[in-house]
């Protein structure tokens, strides 16, 4: 068995890896750029070798560099994980080469896979169906539409070295083919090294269903079943799942045949996956899917598979890689439940899904309702360098419903600030109902954008909260709260506050005062409403009207965030009247915290007053408000007469000027 490992990657997968060789006994070795330095997984390693700077391509697309690492800590194998070096043959053989185990497929099987085109015409020979189209060496436009007529549109012009769903076009008629195909053969060059693209038939209805293999080297290969992984968007994965809905015996059969046929045809040895696209259109059929490309590596989805099966694939890996015989046949698997993953990522689902980067000033992942796999933890920054994923959610259950309504309750008890999440896109996706019922295909999300980007505006309730919290409020042993000092005097004039809040587009003028024991009467831009706000532990008891609500609030310096039922608001605070110290709203005014009627005045122009002296009261939600006077001096006149019914912010009376 492998001694120690060096995992050449990052973030959640580098701390996937060590998690296993911990309870393997394996010593790890851990690798690090620049940005990477106080990384978790740095953390969690045994030992770390720094690389180079932050950029991939001079740390972790460094294959000398970590090789030269393994050597230097004495590990004995090194662990590519996904993405970086995982598919790079060259790196693969240098790392034999050295002496060094590559914990994965060999050079030649990595190289027979590489390519879209060459993949495809392997398959092809081995007798695995794959999707109609052209593969051929040719890039002449004019080959490429006549190839594209005999194929019938749609099609897809795909780039042959291609991955993460970059250079793809789908295309729906021969007009827009050569622009098309233009532009994905530039972004393909530009990403991949390689313009050289392919064309397929576009699957209607398409399911992307793929089929976990595992070979070793005394020539057994199995399959773990499938995943479906068709809620995508621009062609990336965004939750997947095990097994696949609609899948029957006979198709699941037929696929599972077909993907180790395929791994048995290069000699496949470790965890490999067999992607084929499906068409739905009819339902799932044994004789509609096509084999699309095959990913010689651990998958991001794999603990879907981890999950229904109880294996770990990584534990079979380094078995594998260790020269082990596969821990069990064919027969010995089965499907135990439901599984589903979500993969968290720091971006803006509505602005565009633009990548959100930043300080992730709070993260609380729900470890005690799904299984997290985090790279990430509070305090950490997202960079503009890697990959802005900050957790994959993984639940399991029995059946496919309540594996829905765990994943949907997980996401819902995510909570970060610092940086935008996908949070609560995901959390919608899981209760979309086409999906909820297994109707959907790849084009779901894409079809029903604007509902699943959608975000509540924030409620006036949760606006007052947030002002409270951005006051100080709140916080343990804030007395501010006038009854403490004053008991039965309602001196409302001090206890008033003025915040103003923004929360994405909206802006709210919010007042409040306490009525005691965390109730506040709080006017929310002209509304009033009455709350208490109490905590209990780490979470807080918002009750408006009878109904309690259960909130989480994050304060950081001038921002407060509040999470309510898998909401979430953010509110910044700005603005003239704003401050703790704002007892009045102005120096030489007396305002009306709230709309409500002018009870009492209890003084008269020229009248000399002392701050805080009560001037007025007021009468707004069954509660006499007190008005008290700003500062020391002189009455200089009055706005408003007894018994008249005054709005939120009217004037009630002015001061003198104060002497210079
Ligand atoms: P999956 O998500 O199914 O595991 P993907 O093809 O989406 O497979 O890629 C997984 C990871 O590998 C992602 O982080 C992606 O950005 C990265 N990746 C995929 N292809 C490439 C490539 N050609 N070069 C660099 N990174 C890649
Ligand atoms: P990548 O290497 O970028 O992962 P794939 O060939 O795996 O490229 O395709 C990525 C995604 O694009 C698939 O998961 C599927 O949703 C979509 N796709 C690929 N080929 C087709 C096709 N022929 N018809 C419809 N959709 C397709
Ligand atoms: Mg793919």
Redo the contacts with the bound molecule.
Sequence with gaps: MIRKLLIANRGEIACRIIRTCRRLAIATVAVYSDADRDALHVEQADEAVHIGPAPATESYLRGDAIIDAALRTDADAIHPGYGFLSENAAFAEAVTAAGLRFVGPSAAAIRAMGL?DAAKALMENSGVPV?PGYHGESQDPDLLLAEAERIGFPV?I?ARA?????G?RRVDDGMALRDALASAQREALAAFGDGACLI????TH?R?IEIQVFGDDHGHAVHLFERD?SL?RR?QKVIEEAPAPGMSEEMRYAMGEAAVRAARAIGYSGAGTI?F?ADASEGLKADRFWF??MNTRLQVEHPVTEAITGIDLVEWQLRVASGEPLPLRQEDLAINGWAMEARLYAEDAGRGFLPSTGTLTHLHLPEDLARIDSGVRTGDSISPFYDPMIAKIIVHAPDRATALTRLAGALGNVRSTGVATNAAFLRHLAEQPDFAAGRHD?GLIERDLGTLTDSRPAPDEIAACAALVLSGMLEPGASLDPWDSLSGFRLWGQARHFVTLHHRDQHWQVSFASSGDGTWSACVDGKILSLTVRRTGETWRLTVEGVTTMLHIVRDRDQATIFRGGDSWSFDRTGPLDGEHETTGGGDQVVAPMPGLLKVVCVSPGQAVTAGKTVAVMEAMKMELALAAPRDGKIAELLSAEGEQVQEGAVILLLEPEDE
């Design positions: 879209k999707v897809l795909k291609g991955g993460g769903g970059k793809m397929e038939k576009y699957v398409p992307h992984c995508q062609h992607e696209i699309m490309e790849t």
